[in-house]
C-alpha cells in the first residue's frame, strides 16, 4: 500500500466523520518542489487529532498500530513492516506558548489558520486538505498549488528558493531553538538560501540552543551530513555560531597562523572539504563525521620547530581521545564512538605505507589494527586529499591504489580478514595446565606478533611449533612474579 492509498482513506473517513482533516508540512512542500515522495506524512485535524485518529484506526480495521499522546492531542499510525513503513501523523489544529526555559508547549485549540501560523518556515506552513488527492491518479502539481491553504507566502518562498519564518524569526527560534538547526539543515537538503532577517536571527539566538537535548541536535547534525554537501550546514553553523555549541573542537581548527614566513594551512576548511569529499564517494554518515573529526587534535598538538615548520606530531592520539568526549557529549552510541575513535586514531597511518620497500609486516598491522573498518579508512585518507594541484593529487591517488594493491596480496596470503592466533587460548590453556589470566594472554599476543612479523605463517601447526619454543620463557616469568608476591 503506498502513502497516497491512505491519504484516499484517509480522505473517506474524514467524509464519513465530517471532520476536515488537511496534509501539512514536508509532504505538500516536497509533492510541490516534484521531490520524492516521503513515506511520513503530518495531518492537521480541525477538531480533535487523537479522537480522529482512533476512528481512522476503527476504519481500518486493525490493519496498522495506533501510537497515542493524548498531553498533545496527536497520534501517529503505522502501517507495513519495518523496512518499508508508512507513518502517518494527526495532530488537532493549535496554538502554542512556550516556557523560556523549555521546548514543551502549553497547547491551546485553534483553527487551521492559527496552526500553520506556529510552522517553522513559510514553506512549511502549507496545508492542503485531503480531498484533494481523492482522485484515480496521483494529483498534479497543479491542483495542488491551487488548492493549498498558503497565508504566507510559502509556494512564493518555494519559487525563491528561500527560507523564512512565518512570525518574527527572533520570536520562532526562541519558542523552539531546534528550529534554527532546521533551517541550516533545510538550506542544504533543499539546496535554498536562508532570508539574511532569519540567518541573523540565528546568529542572535544561537545561545537558546543550550536548552535543546543532546539526543536532538545529533539527529540534526547527523541529518546535515547525510545531505548531498554537508559543508553547506557546517559553514552556516559555523557563520551563526551554533558549531561553537555543538563541536567546539571543530571550530578551533580555525585560523592561520603565520610565523617567520612558516604558515599552515586553515584546518577548519580542510576538514569541511574532506567531509565533502567523503560525501562523494560513501553515502555513510559516520565515515563523514569521522572526516569532519580526523584532524580535531591538530589545535592541541600545533608546534613550529626549526627548519621544519608547523608541526602536529601525534595529532591522531590526541584526536581520538577527543572524539570520546564528543561522543559523551552527543550521546552517541559506544559502536558508533568506536568506529570514530577508530578512524581518528588510523588515519595518519597509511601516509607512512606509501614507500616501495616497505614491509609486509607493516601492511599486516594496518590491516589487524583497523580490522573491519579499512574500507572506510581508505576512503577517508584518499579524500584527506584536498591539493588544488592536479599533479600532486594524481600522485597521491595513485600512491593509494598501490597500498590497496599490497593490501590486497597481504590479504590473499595471510589470511589476515579476522585475525586473530590459530593457537588459540584454550590450546594454550590444555597445553600448560593453567587457569584463564594474563600469562595466557601474552602467549596468545607473543604468537600473534609473531604472525604480524611475518615470523610464522598463519596456520594451526606453525602457530603451535611456535607456542612450544616460547611457552616455557612466559611459564618461568609467571612463577618468578609469583615467588615475588
Same mark, same amino acid.
Given at each position: ?183 541550516? &539543515? *533545510? /538550506?542544504?537538503? !533543499?539546496?535554498?538560501?536562508?532570508? %539574511? =532577517? @532569519?540567518?541573523?536571527?540565528?546568529? $542572535? ?82 565515515? &563523514? *563525521? /569521522?572526516?569532519? !573529526?580526523?584532524?580535531?587534535?591538530? %589545535? =592541541? @598538538?600545533?608546534?613550529?620547530?626549526? $627548519? ?178
Amino acid at each position: 500500500m503506498d502513502v497516497f492509498k491512505i491519504i484516499k482513506k484517509i480522505n473517506t473517513c474524514s467524509k464519513k466523520e465530517k471532520i476536515p482533516v488537511y496534509a501539512v508540512g514536508g509532504f505538500v512542500r516536497d509533492y510541490i518542489l516534484g521531490r520524492q515522495e516521503k513515506n511520513d506524512v503530518d495531518f492537521v485535524v480541525v477538531g480533535s487529532g487523537l479522537e480522529f485518529a482512533k476512528k481512522f484506526d476503527l476504519f481500518m480495521k486493525e490493519s496498522g498500530s495506533l501510537v497515542e499522546f493524548p498531553d498533545f492531542d496527536t497520534a501517529r499510525y503505522i502501517l507495513g513492516e519495518i523496512d518499508n513503513q508508512i507513518v502517518v501523523e494527526f495532530a488537532g489544529a493549535r496554538s502554542e506558548n512556550y516556557k523560556s526555559d523549555s521546548r514543551k508547549p502549553k497547547v491551546q485549540i485553534a483553527n487551521l489558520q492559527q496552526d500553520l501560523t506556529r510552522r517553522d518556515f513559510t514553506v512549511n506552513a502549507m496545508a492542503v486538505s485531503v480531498s484533494a488527492f481523492a482522485g484515480i491518479l496521483k494529483p498534479s502539481i497543479k491542483k495542488i498549488i491551487e488548492q493549498a491553504v498558503d497565508p504566507f507566502n510559502g509556494q512564493k518562498d518555494l519559487q525563491a528558493k528561500v527560507l523564512r519564518t512565518p512570525l518574527d524569526p527572533d520570536l520562532t527560534f526562541i519558542d523552539d531553538p531546534l528550529r534554527m538547526l532546521r533551517a541550516i &539543515r *533545510f /538550506a542544504s537538503q !533543499l539546496e535554498f538560501s536562508i532570508d %539574511s =532577517k @532569519t540567518l541573523e536571527s540565528i546568529h $542572535k539566538n544561537y545561545e537558546r540552543l543550550k536548552i535543546i537535548s543532546a539526543e536532538r541536535i545529533q539527529e540534526e547534525l547527523l541529518k546535515m551530513l547525510a545531505t548531498k554537501v554537508p559543508s553547506v550546514s557546517l559553514a552556516l553553523m559555523f557563520q551563526t555560531k551554533l558549531l561553537n555549541l555543538i563541536l567546539p573542537e571543530v571550530v578551533d581548527l580555525d585560523g592561520v597562523e603565520e610565523i617567520f614566513g612558516h604558515q599552515h594551512k586553515n584546518n577548519l576548511v580542510h576538514s569541511f572539504k574532506v567531509t565533502d569529499n567523503i560525501a562523494l564517494r560513501s553515502n555513510k554518515v559516520m565515515l &563523514r *563525521f /569521522a572526516g569532519l !573529526l580526523h584532524d580535531i587534535g591538530k %589545535s =592541541k @598538538t600545533k608546534k613550529l620547530l626549526p $627548519k621544519i615548520g608547523w608541526t602536529f606530531y601525534a595529532h591522531e592520539f590526541v584526536g581520538k581521545k577527543m572524539v570520546y568526549q564528543i561522543s559523551k557529549r552527543l550521546r552517541l552510541s559506544k559502536n558508533d564512538t568506536d568506529y570514530l575513535a577508530k578512524l581518528v586514531r588510523w588515519h595518519q597511518q597509511p601516509i607512512s605505507l606509501m614507500d616501495e620497500d616497505i614491509t609486509d609486516s607493516a601492511i599486516r598491522r594496518l590491516i589487524v589494527g583497523v580490522g573491519e573498518e579499512l574500507k572506510d579508512l581508505l576512503i577517508l585518507c584518499r579524500s584527506d586529499i584536498t591539493t588544488g594541484n592536479p599533479i600532486k593529487k594524481e600522485k597521491r591517488l595513485k600512491n593509494y591504489d598501490h597500498l590497496e594493491e599490497r593490501i590486497a596480496q597481504v590479504l590473499e596470503r595471510d589470511k589476515l580478514s579476522a585475525f586473530q592466533s590459530p593457537f588459540r587460548g584454550e590450546d594454550i590453556m590444555k597445553e600448560c595446565g593453567l587457569k584463564p589470566g594474563p600469562t595466557v594472554g601474552k602467549i596468545k599476543e607473543a604468537i600473534e606478533e609473531a604472525i604480524l612479523d611475518g615470523k610464522i605463517k598463519n596456520e594451526y601447526e606453525d602457530a603451535k611449533e611456535y607456542f612450544f619454543k616460547i611457552k616455557d620463557e612466559f611459564l618461568n616469568k609467571a612463577q618468578d612474579w609469583e615467588k615475588i608476591i
